[in-house]
């Protein structure tokens, strides 16, 4: 048993590797796993599915990170680009981000479709819808993650004929693929996570799994993004009804190499990322206050800058999944933008108060909370890949706007808000072989 399901894992990465998943031909040679165990176990090689990609070109973007000259000359082509936020970060070489993303798709469908095929008493026990339900969530997280890259921010007045990516809801290879609409997009990741939140357990076996908890920390996160407070805070709500535990960073040693444990109590959904290196941009670092227990806990001095060694991944690979910190502050983001002042401080509250040694002051004005909420969700959430997300969806804010800048090798560069290079160039090589794809526009 063992070897066939490593042999049929071992088919499915050299075909994600042979070519762009969009430009492969179907193969009717490949193995079908047939057991409900083979169909997890394409789910759980962490390798495709627990690896969130997206991180080195979304960080490396935003203004978290500084590079010195020396850095960004001995940088990948596409670090380099992403950097200064050039026209077309890969050169014409592949996008691993695409093609990682549509792998992760294509697993999903690997397994719905599998399941199909099993007997029906299978397909639909405990098991077996445990197992639908985690394809959906994947196949949900990825769609969403593709957007994040290469559509447009959200705005619902113009969704409904913003470009999104293609869709993939089937295995087959060789499918058209036509752009369907932000809109489209949305509607199918969250039609996804229907079915998905409908099947999985409440609690995960292994959190590098998904579960109820894991879906509706993603539906939250999913709602804020596309400026649904209503809608995020109620999931919000529901993924803490489960489990909201918080590390208490007072216990944690600062002076070790990397302090947070791997698969903490605060983790929901565990998946990590690779980030070059890198430093901490210095006014975010300025701050943190010598009361704040993130300074010592984030960051590692090197000479007259910081890095980063504050990863829930206990290692120099980023966390970059769901954890229960994000949960609060998008409930603590949502009330306060619904006018629920006193919900919003009481979230807040909790999260700081294991967070500080001692506590700030927050403000006595109601109409300011917001503001020191998003402050804190940046330094609490950095280097989790989220940073991108929120510039795209507060730069539609006129109050919110922020204006990037690099200047170095005497050039100057700026990224304006709501700007199209929010928005990648799809690979140049998945254009060629897909004409019917209409390429982004960065001007």
Request: charged share 25%; proline share 3%; with cysteine.
């Amino acid at each position: 048993m063992k070897s066939r399901i490593q042999i049929l894992i071992i088919i499915l990465l050299l075909s994600s590797c042979a070519k762009e998943w969009l430009d492969v031909k179907s193969d009717d040679s490949f193995v079908v796993p047939t057991q409900l165990s083979e169909l997890q176990a394409l789910l759980d090689n962490t390798n495709i599915l627990a690896r969130n990609v997206m991180g080195d070109v979304l960080e490396i973007s935003t203004d978290n990170v500084e590079l010195t000259e020396t850095q960004w000359k001995a940088k990948a082509v596409q670090i380099r680009n992403a950097f200064v936020w050039a026209n077309d970060i890969n050169e014409g070489l592949p996008d691993r981000n695409w093609t990682n993303y549509y792998g992760q798709i294509y697993y999903a469908n690997t397994v719905l479709e599998g399941l199909n095929k099993l007997d029906k008493a299978e397909s639909i026990s405990v098991d077996g819808k445990n197992v639908a339900g985690q394809a959906y969530f994947y196949r949900a997280w990825a769609h969403f993650n593709l957007m994040q890259l290469f559509a447009k921010q959200y705005a619902k007045e113009t969704a409904g004929s913003d470009l999104g990516i293609p869709l993939r809801k089937e295995s087959l290879l060789d499918q058209s693929s036509v752009r369907a609409t932000v809109q489209e997009c949305y509607d199918f990741i969250i039609s996804d996570m229907a079915s998905s939140l409908s099947m999985l357990p409440e609690l995960p076996k292994e959190v590098t799994r998904p579960s109820k908890w894991a879906g509706y920390a993603f539906m939250a996160r999913l709602f804020l993004q596309m400026e649904n407070y209503r809608t995020a805070k109620l999931y919000a709500d529901s993924a803490i009804a489960i489990k909201a535990d918080l590390l208490d960073f007072k216990n944690q040693n600062s002076t070790s190499s990397y302090p947070f444990r791997q698969l903490n109590e605060e983790t929901i959904f565990y998946q990590t990322m690779s980030v070059p290196g890198f430093f901490v941009n210095m006014e975010l670092f300025k701050q943190y206050t010598e009361a704040d227990l993130r300074k010592k806990l984030f960051f590692r001095q090197s000479g007259t800058q910081y890095s980063f060694k504050g990863s829930y991944a206990n290692a120099a690979n980023f966390f970059s999944g769901l954890a229960s910190d994000e949960v609060l502050l998008i409930r603590a983001e949502c009330n306060a933008r619904l006018e629920q002042y006193d919900l919003a401080r009481k979230d807040l509250l909790h999260l700081l108060e294991n967070r500080y040694e001692t506590m700030p002051v927050f403000p006595a004005d109601d109409r300011l909370l917001l503001d020191f909420i998003l402050t804190e969700r940046r330094k609490e959430l950095l280097f989790r890949g989220l940073r991108w997300l929120d510039l795209k969806r507060l730069n539609r804010d006129e109050k919110r706007k922020v204006v990037l800048t690099r200047n170095f090798e005497s050039n100057y560069y700026e990224l304006l808000p709501n700007s199209s290079r929010y928005v990648f160039a799809i690979p140049t090589d998945v254009i060629l072989n897909n004409p019917e794809i209409k390429q982004n526009e960065r001007d």
